[in-house]
């Protein structure tokens, strides 16, 4: 089955943003915005190309004055050209209207024919990063996905093990919530991975006796984050207090997950009675932040007993 988003789609999450709205060929806008396999030399945003037609076709007023500019009989050919390429779309910017031989041609061809108040350039410029989160490969991850000090943190772990209540409570000390349940990941970049919240549970967070809470309307806008990158996993382990002693006291558990071929950093913390988890949590990220920048509390440790030990061991004059 074809998840791809649709035109139909793409006027509904960006109506606003790049200010649409529609012309003429509605009975097309079920058509996708991902370019076919089967159409070679498809790419996806551009402006008017008939010959190597773009999937979403914008057309300006350079464009307007090319097809002016032509005899009726080419005119008719060129727009045929388009049309028979079956693009997901054609976009007017700069609220220019659209004369009838453009609203005649994607009616009869079904094509989706829609307007915009911005320009060309910055129409392009916008869709081309819009629909690079949308068509890019994603991932789903269980687990709660929030932003703790600027990072983008995901928790994981097993089912009841408290990964909600966590969250909560880190949300009252001033983080964000991005998603709960499911979060979905998707490539932004070469190196980077960047998680959302399905649109359905945007907003909310179950917690077990509490039920579901729209930490929006409990925590107000500034609770919820709609987008972040993840840099760090903190895996949740359920662990008796008797075997506490397993955990490398020096190192903690670092290690690398993979996800959607990109190395995550990812801890795991024990979970046990008597352990505060946010606190632990902020000082997870925290230290992240450091590594990152080149700093290692493990590394200096070692070091500084390593120098202490030269000096106790080193003859005095």
Partial sequence: MDDSPTVGDLFLRYQQRLSLYWIAGHEGETRTLSCSDNIPGHSLVGHLNTIHPNRLQILGQMEFD?????????????????????PAVVIVAEEIGAPDYLRAACEQS???????????????????YYLGGELAEKTTIHGVFLEVHGMGVLLTGEASVGKSELALELITRNHRLVADDAPEFFRAGPDIVRGRS?????????????GVLNIRAMYGDSAIKLSKDLRLIVRLERMASGDMHRVDRLQGSYQKRTVLDIEVPEVTLPVAPGRNLAVLIEAAVRDHILLRKGYNASEAFIKRHREMMQLQTKPSS
Avoid at 66 to 85: K, S
Avoid at 116 to 127: G, I, N, T
Avoid at 198 to 210: C, K, Q, S
């Fill in 198 to 210: 399905p649109e359905m549970l945007r907003d909310f967070l179950e917690v077990r006796g509490l």
């Fill in 110 to 128: 079904r094509t989706p024919l829609l307007g915009s108040a911005l320009s060309s350039v910055k129409l392009v410029s916008c869709l081309r």
């Fill in 66 to 86: 090319y097809l002016d500019g032509l005899e009726p009989e080419q005119r008719a050919a060129q727009l045929a050209r388009l049309c028979d390429a079956q």
